[in-house]
């Protein structure tokens, strides 16, 4: 791979000066989903299940979500409702132009894999996660 190609890709994969959302992996009309593989794994993404990754209420991780040529970046999280309502989920952050949801959502029991970086994990305020409905 070219290095102009890699640090492209390592831009987008890090968010450096790039908007993280929604990328085609075509490149000057050619087909880059093994070139983004292969930097996502040496950036520290690995293949996870919503499920298999390790976070608690409070932390995110970051992670794309890799289909035929299409990446979405986004992260897998805990979603709370109450104090006893929750759920652990991949969120895209590109939404649906129709309806404003997340373009790509996997709960726990989803078997698709997301590429994530478990090293760069954030902390977030879980008490905005989602609005309570009065």
Do not use: C
Request: aromatic residues 8%.
């Amino acid at each position: 791979m070219d290095t102009e190609l890699a640090a492209a890709l390592d831009d987008l994969i890090l968010g450096r000066g790039v908007a993280r959302g929604r990328h085609s992996l075509r490149h000057q009309g050619r087909m880059v989903r093994e070139e983004f593989l292969g930097r996502l794994e040496a950036n520290g993404f690995r293949p996870t299940t919503v499920r298999e990754a390790a976070i608690a209420a409070g932390e995110r991780i970051p992670a794309f979500h890799v289909r035929d040529d299409v990446a979405d970046f986004g992260y897998i999280r805990w979603e709370i409702f109450t104090p006893s309502s929750r759920r652990k989920l991949f969120q895209s952050e590109h939404r649906r132009p129709d309806n404003q949801e997340w373009a790509v959502q996997l709960n726990l029991g989803s078997a698709e894999k997301v590429w994530a970086s478990r090293e760069r994990m954030e902390r977030h305020d879980v008490d905005t996660v989602v609005a309570v409905n009065p």
